[in-house]
């Protein structure tokens, strides 16, 4: 078996470069190659285009030992990957009739009549392997050259992933001799802390080691903290990562919400009802972006005493009877309103000019303010209520925020 064995995965079609769809596949691929404990150190997409494509696969075969293609495997014009593979390789196609009598009685099985242009997909790779495709019209392949190969799959998601799981898979497992050997990861889910100054708790040993890895991720208001580990079995794995676990929350512990799919709502509406308390909620200017999401956790609707919502800052100062600007210090005047009107523990304003453009001089697009017993906090953005950040920062901060300080006050 090769040692560090590494692969690369190549999205192609233009419609991702442009947007039209996400590329769903190369996260399956990736989750798929780390589960049979080989690298994945880079992932490309690129359009439809012969040369794009020849000289991306080039560039993977000179860093990677497996390099998988997805997409571009169909009948049309600009279904490119078979000469792109055929070019990068140095080699020509080749017409393999077989493939072309498979294709037609599967569209026989449609009780549809194969067009001219299906014949495409007939052509391989000279010395190709083929993977014959059972579940759709698009035979994939597989190009060895020398000790790396390249293979590739058809970009629609179902059979690209009984390919890869029934064909691919056996096929690297018996090609390169692997073992059992997997890698696996748990995220902490950190949240009422900035990055850097997190990185700096936990330090430079536990980030540098090669395994179990250890690596940051900031996100809109919270920051997950990847632990990965490369093991032969899975006991194993998982007991490398719970060794780092334990050393990372002995470091940053007081700051972690939760592990993988948690999240900062159910994470705070826990710490609510473990200490019998409540929330009320002002969402100015923006969409409900803190008692929408409360309310959908279970148990949310629970702890949810009061919620406001106003147009713009100016109906909000009215209701308050107080000037408008700046609205970081509205926020903070709505946040203790509400907490006293509410009888709360813990109150939340989120206050935000609808349009960008009608935001004050200061800058200010947004912000919120929080507050817990006799304490207030708060921040400010520089984004509109309209945008999607300041949906998701504000949000995620202000409960984030929220979640802090109740521990803070319990001592944790």
Known sequence: MKSNLNAEIIAIGTEILLGEITDTNSVFLARGLRDIGINLYYMTSVGDNEV????????ALSRADVVITCGGLGPTIDDMTRQGVAVATDRGLTFQQHLLDQIAARFGTFRVQMTENNKRQAYVPDDAIIIENPVGTAPSFVVEVGDKCVISLPGVPREMKFLFTEKVVPYLRERYGLTSEIIKARLLKVAGIGESQLGEMIGTE???????????????????????????????????????????RALIGSYVFGVDKDTIESALVNQLRADASGIAVTEVGIDPVI???????DGGVGVLLKVEHYDTPDDLAAALKTSAQ?????????????????????AVAVVAFPDINEQADSGEGSALAVVVGDQVRSRVYGFGGESETAKQWTGTWAMSMAWRMLREMNGA
């Open 326 to 346: 700046p609205i970081r210090t509205l926020a903070e005047q709505a946040a203790k309103a509400l907490a006293a009107a509410a009888q709360a523990r813990v």
């Open 291 to 297: 008692s929408g999401r409360i309310e959908k956790t």
């Open 52 to 59: 794009r494509i020849a000289n991306s696969i080039r560039l």
């Open 206 to 248: 536990l980030q540098e080691a090669s395994n179990p890895t250890v690596g940051l991720a900031a996100h809109s208001g919270q920051i997950d903290v990847r632990i990965t580990a490369k093991a032969t079995t899975e006991f194993e794995a998982d007991q490398m990562i719970g060794e780092v676990e334990a050393q990372l």
